[in-house]
């Protein structure tokens, strides 16, 4: 099982993104799907989480600009980022709870780069 992320890239302060990340490979069940980003010099931080019921939980510091979605298929997660500020700028990544070949763990995508210019 693996999570590719990917719709990172250079955008201007104000301006909108949207990260896009789905789970592959051998047979697996998805439940919580995540995003996380690392700031330079900073520790990682959950951004958003959604549960497979739909429950959507956002950092105070991304309510009310960011979105976080997940696909009919289950095994995607999305981002919308609107108002986009240079604080924004981190490497972002998608965590996921997967069920698989007997055993539940978490799985992280490789991250992708979000620069947020002024």
């Known amino acids: 099982v693996q999570l590719q992320a990917s719709g990172g890239g250079l955008v201007q302060a104000g301006g909108s993104l949207r990260l896009s990340c789905i789970a592959s490979g051998t047979p697996f069940n998805v439940n919580g799907m995540d995003w996380y980003r690392q700031a330079p010099g900073k520790q990682r931080e959950l951004v958003a989480s959604?549960?497979?019921?739909?429950?959507?939980n956002y950092a105070d510091s991304v309510k009310g600009w960011f979105t976080a979605s997940r696909g009919n298929a289950k095994n995607t997660v999305y981002l919308q980022m609107n108002s986009l500020k240079p604080e924004d700028t981190a490497v972002y990544y998608c965590?996921?709870?997967?069920?698989?070949?007997?055993?539940?763990?978490?799985?992280w995508g490789q991250g992708t780069l979000v620069t947020v210019s002024s």
């Open positions: 959604v549960t497979n019921g739909g429950q959507i």
């Open positions: 965590n996921a709870l997967i069920f698989s070949s007997g055993s539940s763990r978490d799985y």
